[in-house]
């Protein structure tokens, strides 16, 4: 029997299966009914152009593995949306041959992987390394199995990206509205919104950086393709939030950077968890623009307060590398002392005085003055310096009573009593003797004459 014929016996079994197949006995089986009603409508030439046609590609079961340790006859189906690992053996020209292990090979796209400079495409990836890979299919001429770098997009197109899929690109342009994505041979769009978790002022500076992106829309009709990078940085974020969170403990010093100064303090971004040093915690004084102590942008050291991780909120403080004033304000300021402040500002109950940086008491309205005071404005303003007396003093709370009528009732005190003295003094010495009379001159009432008649 010649090849044809053998081929030809095949293709007959597929075109009318045997009687047993059929559930029938052969003795019920007409061969010559069956050949009838197989080649109903068929003539020989087309029956020979099947043969040849069936011939002329090789039949799985003959087929003897090439390089690359795979049958030439495996579909490509068998090999595809698989992700396995590999070693990258070789780089030549636009290709990466990649070792699968055993006797299989696979080959990949260069510009499947992201170089650090996209003008020098070779540094993108190095001899030996590992990399997760995605069988594409098959070439059965040189045995290698056609890869497609895990994240990228491979010549499959639109066929192969699914909504929610992450894949690598390229922003080629920026516009008002966002980013032009290219991905291998697509075009995609990101808008502005979802480049990146913050606000970016300049999407210029972007393009020509290469990123991953996550797929958030898809229209293969209109070919329309719409990616985010905001989506993978928002899981990032997340991931080390969740981190943080089991590593930060009250008392610890942090490095943070400042993102934002607000007029009740400063948000400081702890590397991925964000906390709050409120304006009474940057300064042991009074601090009216926090702006004046940190600015967005800056490095700051500061201690944790308190950590709240139900809410979220994370307490900061900048003071603790600060001498604390009030350790020594027992000693600097005693009850009854003497003392001079600046007035820092009036409330309808008193005024505010700063006796030295961070030390600040108040004098309540009642001691502003020995008369009758309906407001603050009628006795200081804001910056005039005061002379005080000190009332009491609660360390715990911080807190100083001063007065100023009592200081200036104190002061005329001291500045009348010389004179009480003196009076006293005075009164107490005793008396001088009398002086006795002046005696009459001989000459007294005589006029004398001199010469000349003078």
Known sequence: MSYYEGKAVTLMNEIFPPAAQSGGGEENFDINQAVNEAMAGLTMDDLLTRVKTTASAPDASEARPVRGGRPSGVADEAVDNRVRRGVVAAIRGGSVFVDLGGKSQGVCPLE??????????????????????????????????????????????????????????????????????????????????????????????LVGERFKCQIIEIDRMEKRLIVSRRVLMEAELAVKREKLWTELATGQIVTGLVTRVVPFGAFVDLGGVEGLIHVSAMSHGRVSDPGKIVRAGDSVQVMILSLDREKQRIALDLRYRMADPWLEVSTTYPIGAMVEGTVTRLIDFGVFVELAPGVEGMVHVSELSSRRVAHPRQVVSPGDRVRLKVLSIDLDKKRISLSISQAQSAEMAAAEAPKVSDASAQRNMPAMPAAAPEKPKANAGVQRVLKGGL
């Open 112 to 205: 499947h992987f992201a170089p650090s400079d996209l003008n020098l495409p070779e540094q993108a990836v190095r001899i030996g390394e590992e990399h997760e890979f995605v069988f594409a299919g098959y070439n059965a001429a040189e045995g290698l199995v056609l890869l497609s770098r895990k994240g990228s997009v491979n010549h499959g197109g639109w066929d192969q990206l699914h909504d929610g899929d992450i894949v690598e690109g390229v922003a080629t342009a920026a516009n008002k509205g966002g980013l032009e994505v290219k991905i291998n041979n697509l075009r995609a769009f990101m808008p502005a919104g979802q480049v990146d978790v913050k606000f970016t002022a300049d999407l210029n500076l």
